[in-house]
């Protein structure tokens, strides 16, 4: 009962560097979206998918890239990490078509550093 | 202007007391969603609770019941009999249907509330 996999859950990066943060989720869910959580910010949207070959850009999407590799799979990217990009990340899915109480299922988040 | 609103940026409370945790929002839309989720020292994010705006009964689960009030645009949770593994950040959160399509919708989120509960 997996529910949202979230890798890795820790990561430091030098500035500069690149690295794609992976997840999957296994409750056949069409959307799937990427957060960033930072001190007294609350959760914010960076991205989102709302089915399969379908990717739009949220509230900060700068920086980032996303690929929805497959109904399951939702990768983020930051091709040049900047300190500005310290947070924690939150994959989440959602199926909409199954009722409008339906929530967004989180993963347990990637703590990502940028030295 | 925030759309999600949550004024009490910590909170305590005696075990076994209730709580009420504050949420005000801010939409034009007619039709929208409003969640709770907790979100404990390890990190996750827990659903606890969803009203919409068109349910007439204020949602309950469990401990958990939200007072809706929709003229004042509040959704604020309520825990009864509070327990110590009460303890974490509580968020709120809006979906606005205007915003949403092809079964995918955006949440906002407000900054949440720290609440302590003290044996």
């Known amino acids: 009962n997996a529910g949202v996999t979230q890798t890795p859950k820790f990561q430091v990066l030098k500035t500069g560097q690149s690295m794609t943060l992976q997840c999957a989720q296994d409750?056949?869910?069409?959307?799937m979206y990427w957060y960033r959580q930072d001190p007294g910010m609350g959760l914010r949207l960076i991205y989102y998918s709302a089915s399969e070959g379908t990717t739009d850009k949220g509230e900060v999407p700068n920086g980032y890239n996303v690929s929805r590799l497959n109904k399951r799979e939702f990768s983020l990217r930051l091709e040049s990490a900047a300190p500005s990009q310290t947070s924690v990340y939150f994959c989440?899915?959602?199926?909409?078509?199954?009722?409008?109480?339906?929530?967004?299922?989180f993963g347990d988040g990637t703590r990502l550093s940028i030295l | 202007a925030q759309k999600i609103t949550q004024t009490q940026p910590g909170m305590f409370v005696q075990e076994k007391e209730a709580v009420t945790l504050d949420c005000t929002y801010d939409t034009s839309d007619q039709s929208y969603g409003l969640f709770w989720y907790k979100q404990p020292s390890s990190g996750e994010m827990i659903f606890l609770i969803y009203q919409g705006s068109y349910d007439e009964q204020n949602a309950t689960e469990g401990r958990y019941s939200l007072n809706f009030q929709k003229a004042r645009k509040s959704a604020n949770l309520v825990i009864s009999a509070s327990q110590l593994g009460d303890s974490a950040m509580y968020f709120c959160a809006m979906r606005e249907d205007a915003y949403s399509g092809a079964g995918s919708y955006q949440l906002t989120f407000g900054k949440g509330t720290k609440l302590s509960v003290i044996p």
């Open positions: 409750m056949n869910h069409n959307s």
């Open positions: 989440a899915s959602s199926d909409l078509n199954s009722g409008t109480d339906q929530p967004q299922h």
